[in-house]
T-cell receptor, first 110, second 115 residues
C-alpha cells in the first residue's frame, strides 16, 4: 500500500525555525496535509496543499512540495513552546481515505 | 457542540470483555471516519461512512471490530472480546462533504486500555 514517512523527533530552540520533513510514495496524491496533535487531544488541521502547488505560506507556516521527489516539508518560523506537539503528514490520492505518517514529535526548548 | 465529540474519553476493560465507543460528528457532516492510534504509530484507518452509502470497512483488523452509524449522524465502534493489543487511542473524524478537498475534523479520542 501507499506509505508516508516522517522522522520521529525534532528538537529546536525557542525562536529558531523548525523544519519537519515528510516523504510519500503515492504518485497520484492530490492533497497533502499537515496536522498538529497536542497531548490528550485529537488532530487539528494546520494547512494543506494541492499537488499542483509548490509552496503555500500561512503566517508562521510555510509548506514546500517537491512533487518530483514526493517530498513535503513544514517550516515553522520563530518556533514557540506552544508549538511543541506531534505533527502528522498525510496525503490523499485516488481514495477518499488519507494515509497518515507516524508523526514527528517537535520539542521546543528554551 | 461546535466540534466532534467522543465518549468515553478513557476506558479500562478486562481482556475478553466487549466495549462500545461513541462518536458524535459535527452536525451536517456527511462523512465519518474511525482511526486507531497505537503508541508511537501513525493513524490506522478502520472504517469510513459517507451519507447513506455502504461503509468502507477495509481497515477493520478483525471480525471482532464493527461499527454502525445511525441516522447518518452518531456512530458507535464496537470491539468484541477485547485483547491487550486493542489498547490504543480510537479517533473519530468527520468532514462536511464528499470530495478530495474535504478536510477532516477530529474528536479528542477515546483512550482504551485492555488489561
Amino acid at each position: 500500500g501507499e506509505d508516508v514517512e516522517q522522522s520521529l523527533f525534532l528538537s529546536v530552540r525557542e525562536g529558531d525555525s523548525s523544519v519537519i520533513n515528510c516523504t510519500y510514495t503515492d504518485s497520484s496524491s492530490t492533497y497533502l496535509y499537515w496536522y498538529k496533535q497536542e497531548p490528550g487531544a485529537g488532530l487539528q488541521l494546520l494547512t494543506y496543499i494541492f499537488s499542483n502547488m509548490d509552496m503555500k505560506q500561512d503566517q508562521r507556516l510555510t509548506v514546500l512540495l517537491n512533487k518530483k521527489d514526493k517530498h513535503l516539508s513544514l517550516r515553522i518560523a520563530d518556533t514557540q513552546t506552544g508549538d511543541s506537539a506531534i505533527y502528522f503528514c498525510a496525503e490523499k490520492g485516488g481514495s477518499y481515505i488519507p494515509t497518515f505518517g507516524r508523526g514527528t514529535s517537535l520539542i521546543v526548548h528554551p | 457542540g461546535a466540534g466532534v465529540s467522543q465518549s468515553p474519553s478513557n476506558k479500562v476493560t478486562e481482556k475478553g470483555k466487549d466495549v462500545e465507543l461513541r462518536c458524535d460528528p459535527i452536525s451536517g457532516h456527511t462523512a465519518l471516519y474511525w482511526y486507531r492510534q497505537s503508541l508511537g504509530q501513525g493513524l490506522e484507518f478502520l472504517i469510513y461512512f459517507q451519507g447513506n452509502s455502504a461503509p468502507d470497512k477495509s481497515g477493520l483488523p478483525s471480525d471482532r471490530f464493527s461499527a454502525e452509524r445511525t441516522g447518518g449522524s452518531v456512530s458507535t465502534l464496537t470491539i468484541q472480546r477485547t485483547q491487550q493489543e486493542d489498547s490504543a487511542v480510537y479517533l473519530c473524524a468527520s468532514s462536511p462533504k464528499r470530495g478530495h478537498q474535504e478536510t477532516q475534523y477530529f474528536g479528542p479520542g477515546t483512550r482504551l486500555l485492555v488489561l
